[in-house]
């Protein structure tokens, strides 16, 4: 709820994009570190760091995923549980829409998260749904890996519509 109560304080409306998106990771972030930023088991220091982060006026997502990788503890458990939320998002999605062909992820977000899909609780996640888990597990979830994944359909279209003109 905490999360839902501070998006509302700063958006008119709450939809799976206001969160699951690049501005989402954001605000995500945001909240993340608010809550960090006043509990009182957090490192001083590390509140010194992200602060300075967090009042450049153009943080953006490249920038929380540069500050997991240097250990970060907002920025990971941002990514940590924004792939938490995909995940419950990408059970949903397989339940109401039964896409037994699978789910692919593709985009740079989706590329760029590829290190907290495994090992995380993202598959735990995918799993947790008991009542459906065994018709969930015949679902593939793919991460596509090509940066041109977008383009290769429009291209061959192309090279379809070039060989009927020709």
Not at 64 to 81: K, P, R, S
Not at 120 to 140: C, D, G, H
Request: overall charge positive.
């Amino acid at each position: 709820m905490g999360l839902l109560t501070h998006l509302l304080k700063h958006t008119e409306s709450v939809t799976v994009e206001t969160v699951l998106s690049g501005p989402g990771l954001l605000r995500l972030f945001n909240y993340i570190k608010n809550i960090q930023t006043n509990s009182t088991q957090t490192n001083s220091d590390q509140i010194n760091k992200c602060q300075k982060i967090f009042s450049t006026p153009s943080l953006n997502t490249t920038n929380i995923f540069q500050l997991a990788n240097a250990g970060d503890q907002c920025a990971v458990t941002t990514l940590h549980q924004f792939v938490n939320l995909l995940a419950l998002q990408l059970v949903n999605a397989a339940l109401s829409y039964m896409p037994t062909g699978g789910i692919y992820l593709v985009g740079g977000l989706s590329m760029a998260l590829k290190n907290y899909w495994q090992g995380t609780s993202f598959s735990q996640t995918v799993s947790r749904k008991t009542v459906m888990a065994n018709w969930l597990e015949k679902i593939p979830i793919k991460l596509v890996l090509n940066d041109n994944a977008g383009l290769l359909g429009p291209a061959a279209c192309y090279r379809r519509c070039a060989r009927i003109v020709l």
